[in-house]
C-alpha cells in the first residue's frame, strides 16, 4: 500500500507539473488577469487521484484476474473503474472552480453546467490514460505483493516440512541407534551365562564391571546422533577389553588411526556393530589366534575408515537372492542410519579379503567435530 501510494504521488507530481498550465486554462486566465495562484491551484486538482488510489487497489484486490470466475471479474473492475472516473472528475472539477470562494466576481472560474460537460469531455482522453497508468500500478503493485506473499509461505511450508522432517529423521536414527543397546546387552549377558557355565566366576564379574562401565557411557551419549571419532575409538577400545576377557589371547587387535581423524564426526555407536560382527564371524570362529584391526585416514573432504579380519567365516553380506542369509541387525542397522545422515552421500561395503577374512569400508563426508566434542575424554 505504501509503495503504491509513493509511485502514484510521483507520478501526480509529474502530471502536475506537466499539465497545470493547460492552453484553456491560460488563455482563461490570460482573459481575466487571474492570478499565478489560479493556475497552481489546477494543477494541484491532480492529486484528487491520491484518494482514488487506495480504493483502486481495493476494487484490484476484490475483483482479482483469474480464470475461475473472470466475467464477473471483468464487470466488476468496469463498473468500479467508471465510478471512479466519475468521482475524480467532479472532484476535480470542485477544487477548480473552488477559488470562486475568494476571488472577485468579475474573475470567477465558470462553474455552468456546458463549463463542467466540456472540461470533463476535453480532460476525457488524458483521463482515461491517467487512469490506465494508475491502474497498471495498483495491479502491478498488487501482482508483486501476492508474489512475495506466495513466496514466503511456499518457503515457511518448505521450512516447516524441512523441520519435519528433520525430527522424523531424528526419531528414526534414535530408533535405529536405540536397537543396538538391546542387541548388544543380549550379546554381552550371553558372553557372561557362557563364563559362569564354565566356572569362570572371577572372569564373568570383570566383564560384568567393565560392561557396566561401558553402558553407562554408551547411555550418557543416547541423544547424540553423531560424536567425534576419538570418543568412538574410546568406546570401542573399552568393548575390546571385554572381549579380551572372554577370548584371550585368541583375540588381537591393532589400530592405526590418523591423529587429523579423531576431530571428525562419525555417526554414534556405528563402529560397535562392525568390531562385533568381525569377532562374532572371524576371530571367535577361529581355533589359532586371530587378528582385527582398525584404520582411519583422511582423503580430501572425506573420511575412510577400514575394519579387518581374519578369521575364517565371512562377515554376513548382503542377500543376494530370495533364499539369500539376512545380513543382520548389525550391518542393516548401519546401512539405514547412514542413509538417514548422509543420504547418498556415504560409501559402506563388505567384502572378502584376497589372504581371508573380511574388509568392511566406510566413506563418510568430511565433519570437523564442534570444540566442546575435542575436549578430553573423562
Known amino acids: 500500500m505504501k509503495i503504491q501510494f509513493l509511485l502514484v504521488f510521483a507520478i501526480c507530481v509529474l502530471l502536475s507539473l506537466g499539465y497545470h498550465g493547460q492552453r484553456e486554462w491560460r488563455r482563461f486566465a490570460d482573459d481575466r488577469h487571474l492570478p499565478l495562484i489560479l493556475r497552481g491551484w489546477d494543477g494541484f486538482a491532480w492529486f484528487v487521484w491520491l484518494g482514488v488510489a487506495p480504493v483502486m487497489l481495493v476494487l484490484i484486490r476484490r475483483f482479482p484476474l483469474t480464470r475461475h470466475d473472470l466475467q464477473r471479474s471483468l464487470t466488476g473492475l468496469v463498473a468500479g473503474s467508471v465510478v471512479l472516473y466519475l468521482v475524480v472528475a467532479n472532484l476535480r472539477f470542485g477544487l477548480r472552480v473552488l477559488p470562486n470562494?475568494?476571488?472577485?466576481?468579475?474573475?470567477?472560474?465558470?462553474?455552468?453546467?456546458?463549463?463542467?460537460?466540456?472540461?470533463?469531455?476535453v480532460l476525457l482522453p488524458m483521463d482515461f490514460l491517467t487512469y490506465c497508468v494508475f491502474f497498471a500500478i495498483s495491479f502491478a503493485v498488487d501482482y508483486y505483493f501476492r508474489y512475495r506473499q506466495r513466496a514466503d509461505e511456499a518457503v515457511q511450508l518448505q521450512l516447516t516440512a524441512a523441520q519435519?522432517?528433520?525430527?522424523?529423521?531424528?526419531?528414526?536414527?534414535?530408533?535405529?541407534?536405540?536397537?543396538?543397546?538391546?542387541?548388544?546387552?543380549?550379546?554381552s549377558f550371553n558372553a557372561v551365562a557362557t563364563l559362569v557355565r564354565q566356572k569362570k566366576n572371577d572372569v564373568a564379574v570383570e566383564v560384568i564391571a567393565q560392561l557396566s562401565a561401558l553402558l553407562r557411557r554408551a547411555l550418557d551419549r543416547t541423544g547424540q546422533a553423531t560424536i567425534s571419532l576419538e570418543h568412538e575409538m574410546d568406546f570401542i577400545r573399552q568393548y575390546l577389553d571385554i572381549e579380551k576377557v572372554r577370548f584371550g589371547d585368541k583375540l588381537r587387535f591393532a589400530w592405526a588411526i590418523d591423529p587429523a581423524c579423531l576431530g571428525a564426526m562419525v555417526p554414534n555407536l556405528v563402529?560397535?556393530?562392525?568390531?562385533?560382527?568381525?569377532?562374532?564371524?572371524?576371530?571367535?570362529?577361529?581355533?589359532?589366534?586371530?587378528?582385527?584391526?582398525?584404520?582411519?585416514?583422511r582423503s580430501g573432504d572425506r573420511l575412510e575408515i577400514a575394519i579387518t579380519n581374519d578369521g575364517p567365516e565371512k562377515l554376513l553380506p548382503e542377500p543376494t537372492g530370495p533364499n539369500g542369509r539376512s545380513p543382520g541387525i548389525g550391518l542393516t542397522n548401519t546401512r539405514l542410519r547412514l542413509e538417514k545422515l548422509y543420504g547418498v552421500d556415504y560409501g559402506f561395503s563388505v567384502r572378502p579379503r584376497e589372504d581371508g577374512g573380511m574388509l568392511v569400508s566406510l566413506n563418510l563426508p568430511w565433519q570437523p567435530a564442534p570444540a566442546e566434542e575435542n575436549a578430553p575424554i573423562s
Open 101 to 121: 470562494l475568494w476571488l472577485l466576481p468579475a474573475s470567477d472560474v465558470p462553474a455552468d453546467f456546458p463549463t463542467y460537460v466540456n472540461t470533463t469531455l
Open 164 to 187: 519435519l522432517q528433520s525430527e522424523l529423521s531424528q526419531a528414526e536414527l534414535a530408533v535405529l541407534r536405540d536397537q543396538l543397546h538391546p542387541h548388544f546387552l543380549f550379546n
Open 271 to 297: 563402529l560397535q556393530p562392525l568390531v562385533e560382527n568381525a569377532i562374532k564371524h572371524g576371530i571367535s570362529q577361529r581355533v589359532t589366534p586371530g587378528a582385527l584391526s582398525i584404520s582411519a585416514t
